[in-house]
C-alpha cells in the first residue's frame, strides 16, 4: 500500500447537508488529488494540491472546496450535497518525480439521497 | 485539454492474448499511464510510457505512440484474475495530475 487512508469509506447523507471527507497520506508527498469515478465517465479530477495550503481546481470543480493544512491531510468539502456528488470518491498522491504515477486510496463511496 | 478514448468492453479467454487500445487527444503530453482496477477496489498502477515503443513487465507490454496518439496495453496468458477494468491516462506538464479515459471492461471467460 502507498500509505493512503480515506474516511469515512461509505457515508449516506441527505440533500442540502455539508460533508467532508478526508484523505490521509503517510507518505510525505508534496502532491495529493481528489477524484470521483462514475459509469461512463472514468476518473474525473476535482481539485488537487501542490503543497500546504496550495490548491487549485481540477475539471469539475463546481460544487467542492478542498483544504490543505498539513501535508499528511487534503480534505474534501461538499458545502451542500447534491444527489449529483453522489459518486465514489478517490484520493491519490503524486510520486517525488514528474513522471511518477499517481497512487490511489480505497475510495469513499458517497450516497446522497 | 485532454480527449482520450478507449473501448468500453471486451471479452477473451482464459490462456489468450489480449490487446486493449487508447488514442488520446492533447495539449500538453507527459506520459501515457495504465491502470488495472478491479471490481470495488482502487485503480492500481500496472505501466508507463513516455517514449515511442514497448514497454514490457512480465505477462504486461504497453506500447506508445506519440506521433500517432497511440496507446496499446497487451496482456498475455490470460488468468480469470485478469479479470478487471483496465484505465488509460495521459500526464500533463504543470499539475502532475493525470487525464483518464472512461475505462476498458475485460472480462476473461474459462
Known amino acids: 500500500d502507498a500509505g493512503i487512508t480515506q474516511s469515512p469509506r461509505h457515508k449516506v447523507t441527505e440533500t442540502g447537508t455539508p460533508v467532508t471527507l478526508r484523505c490521509h497520506q503517510t507518505?510525505?508527498?508534496?502532491?495529493m488529488y481528489w477524484y470521483r469515478q462514475d459509469p461512463g465517465h472514468g476518473l474525473r479530477l476535482i481539485h488537487y494540491?501542490?503543497?500546504?495550503?496550495?490548491?487549485d481546481k481540477g475539471e469539475v470543480s463546481d460544487g467542492y472546496s478542498v483544504s490543505r493544512s498539513k501535508t499528511e491531510d487534503f480534505l474534501l468539502t461538499l458545502e451542500s450535497a447534491t444527489s449529483s456528488q453522489t459518486s465514489v470518491y478517490f484520493c491519490?498522491?503524486?510520486?517525488?518525480?514528474?513522471?511518477?504515477?499517481?497512487?490511489f486510496g480505497n475510495g469513499t463511496r458517497l450516497t446522497v439521497t | 485539454g485532454q480527449n482520450i478514448d478507449q473501448p468500453t468492453e471486451m471479452t477473451a479467454t482464459e490462456g489468450a492474448i489480449v490487446q486493449i487500445n487508447c488514442t488520446y487527444q492533447t495539449s500538453g503530453f507527459n506520459g501515457l499511464f495504465w491502470y488495472q482496477q478491479h471490481a470495488g477496489e482502487a485503480p492500481t498502477f500496472l505501466s508507463y510510457n513516455v517514449l515511442d515503443g514497448l514497454e514490457e513487465k512480465g505477462r504486461f507490454s504497453s506500447f506508445l505512440s506519440r506521433s500517432k496518439g497511440y496507446s496499446y496495453l497487451l496482456l498475455k496468458e490470460l488468468q480469470m484474475k485478469d479479470s478487471a477494468s483496465y484505465l488509460c491516462?495521459?500526464?500533463?506538464?504543470?499539475?502532475?495530475?493525470?487525464?483518464f479515459g472512461s475505462g476498458t471492461r475485460l472480462q476473461v471467460q474459462p
Open positions: 491519490a498522491i503524486g510520486g517525488t518525480g514528474e513522471n511518477s504515477p499517481l497512487h
Open positions: 491516462a495521459v500526464g500533463d506538464t504543470g499539475r502532475r495530475a493525470l487525464t
Open positions: 494540491s501542490y503543497g500546504v495550503k496550495d490548491t
Open positions: 507518505e510525505n508527498h508534496r502532491y
